[in-house]
């Protein structure tokens, strides 16, 4: 059977197309070779990467600077398995006896010293008071270090399974902002209290908006959901939307 003139005429531009491409490269060689006095091809080299982009996060107005491509609560049972930013995570409450993966590293977010920390020195964040617990290395090879402000009810936990050298990193990005507001943990009251809640909202300069549904477990008051999450980076005046048990 004879091939269809369509079919034909398709065969014969591709083949015009790479036949094209290959004089093209020849004569970008050429040149290339010709410009350097014809005797050496000239290889130019990738440019360096670019610096790794980033987000804040905090309570309040302190925060800490984490690339963007980290994941935020991405644990189970309160281990992380990617590098992430733990911020009232649900998962954390109940740990269990996995291990973490190698070169993961992560930072946690509390209202409370955690488990273990120790103050080992003391400077401060932009005249804010901090108190450092030195990073150490469990027999796991995961390590970790913290950071807490305390006249802001705020501390940081950094732990890494790569290198002590990153915690140290990490927590070298806190900072006090003045002009912006995490989102606070509702941890910073009983976490089931929306007056409460809803107060040291205002008291940190953020706008409060109520938003109720009903239930047959929890009962009225129960603040159940905050919008943006916690966390969350607003300026003053913003508003926080609070869903609560009606």
């Known amino acids: ?45 990738d440019p360096p990467p670019g610096p790794v982009a980033m987000r804040m996060v905090g309570y309040g107005h302190a925060a800490i600077a984490v690339p963007k491509v980290w ?22 409450a109940s740990y269990c006896d ?42 796991d090879d995961v390590c970790w270090g913290a950071v807490g402000l305390p006249s802001l009810h705020v501390w940081f936990r950094a732990s890494s399974s790569t290198d002590a050298s990153v915690v140290d990193e990490i ?16 941890r910073t009251t009983d976490g089931r209290d929306s007056t409460a809640y809803a107060k040291s909202l205002r008291e940190l300069g953020l706008r409060t908006e109520i938003s109720t549904r009903t239930s047959t477990v929890y009962k009225p008051g129960r603040l159940v959901s905050v919008s943006p999450s916690p966390g969350t980076l607003l300026s003053p005046g913003e508003t926080v939307t609070l869903t609560v048990i009606k």
């Open 98 to 139: 996995l291990p973490r993966p190698p070169d993961v590293d992560s930072v946690e977010l509390g209202t409370d010293p955690p488990s273990g920390f120790q103050v080992d020195e003391v400077f401060l964040v932009n005249g804010v008071r901090a108190e450092r617990r030195k990073t150490t290395c469990a027999s």
């Open 171 to 186: 927590l070298s990005r806190i900072e006090i902002l003045p002009d912006r507001v995490g989102v606070p943990s509702s």
């Open 71 to 92: 994941g935020t609560n991405a644990s189970r049972c309160g281990i992380p398995h990617r590098d992430t930013v733990l911020i009232d995570d649900p998962a954390a």
């Open 1 to 45: 059977m004879e091939p269809r003139p369509d079919a034909t005429r398709g065969r014969g531009v591709l083949a015009s197309a790479a036949a094209a491409i290959t004089v093209l490269a020849v004569i970008g060689v050429t040149n290339a070779l010709s410009s350097n006095g014809g005797g050496t091809l000239i290889i130019t080299p």
